[in-house]
């Protein structure tokens, strides 16, 4: 089996190379660096535990595709971020455009959610992303100026996610968590995310990479495609609960609950937890 992939990943390579959309990024614009410039902006909580400010995270929507040979080159890009604002980055690969055909099985992985986002955000060329739903769809080289933009703000909304799983029946019952820091409405998203899945990906150099290693990856929206309607008000204490069933393929261990509140002007607020907590007991 793995020698036919092989075959056929060769086979489609010189085609791909000449695919215009697939948008390339410099040698010095993969690794960047950041001055975080936030004017001290910080969580804050009064004397209960309350909270009464939190700093926004970002949400950095990642459209890639695995038949994309500059997509790897946003990996750099996300994980600069990631180093450089602790905590405060939640990635999100939605495979989509440039993907391998359906005849990969479980080794391709988009999806017709994904595919819905990418063609929402206007179908545009790879590696791109949408940071926080603000500025629009971006190429790397301005994801890190956005993200900064986005981060000097606060957050109308605490949110805190919760997960339980039932390995026996590979049921995940998640609970999201809202405190109104001000009043707010808008939709509440939950998303399933998978990291560490060994599939193929075309390479900078035009080669595939059988044994690529792909990180959080967007398997499926739990509550709906756009999410659902959510208000909440100043000083309200809120809980939202939502039931998916993990596909056989996907490794319980490796899976995150991504949830974020997002109106017209963008994502509010963006929390990230593991579907297995360390006290939980993980699938083999």
């Known amino acids: 089996m793995k020698m036919k992939i092989r075959n056929i990943i060769y086979a489609m390579a010189c085609a791909v190379l000449t695919l215009a959309s697939c948008d390339p990024v410099s040698e010095n614009d993969r690794y960047l660096a950041y001055d975080d410039g936030l004017g001290g902006v910080t969580d804050g909580s009064d004397e209960s535990g309350r909270p009464t400010s939190v700093q926004r995270a970002v949400l950095i929507e990642d459209f890639t595709g695995q038949m994309c040979v500059n997509c790897p080159n946003a990996v750099p890009v996300i994980e600069g971020l990631e180093h450089a604002y602790p905590g405060k980055i939640v990635a999100v690969a939605i495979h989509s455009g440039l993907v391998l055909p359906g005849n990969f099985g479980n080794l391709a992985l988009h999806t017709a959610i994904g595919e819905q986002y990418y063609k929402d955000a206007g179908s545009p060329a790879q590696p791109s992303g949408r940071v926080g739903r603000v500025g629009g769809t ?40 809202a405190y109104g820091i001000e009043a707010a409405s808008g939709n509440l998203q939950i998303w399933l995310t998978e990291d560490g899945i060994v599939a193929p990906q075309f390479m900078p150099s035009g080669s595939a990479d059988v044994n690529y290693v792909h990180n959080h990856v967007f398997r499926d929206a739990v509550n709906g495609a756009y999410g659902e309607p959510f208000a909440i008000a100043k000083g309200e204490d809120k809980t939202v609960t939502a039931e998916a069933t993990l596909a056989e393929h996907w490794v ?33």
């Open 138 to 177: 971006l190429l790397t080289d301005a994801w890190a100026l956005n993200a900064q933009n986005v981060l000097k703000q606060q957050s109308p909304v605490w949110l805190g996610v919760a997960n339980t799983y039932d390995a026996a029946t590979r049921k995940v019952t998640v609970a999201v968590n």
């Open 252 to 284: 319980a261990g490796n899976m995150s609950v991504v949830a974020f509140m997002y109106d017209a002007g963008g994502v509010l607020h963006v929390v990230k937890q593991p579907v297995i907590s360390g006290t939980d007991e993980a699938d083999e």
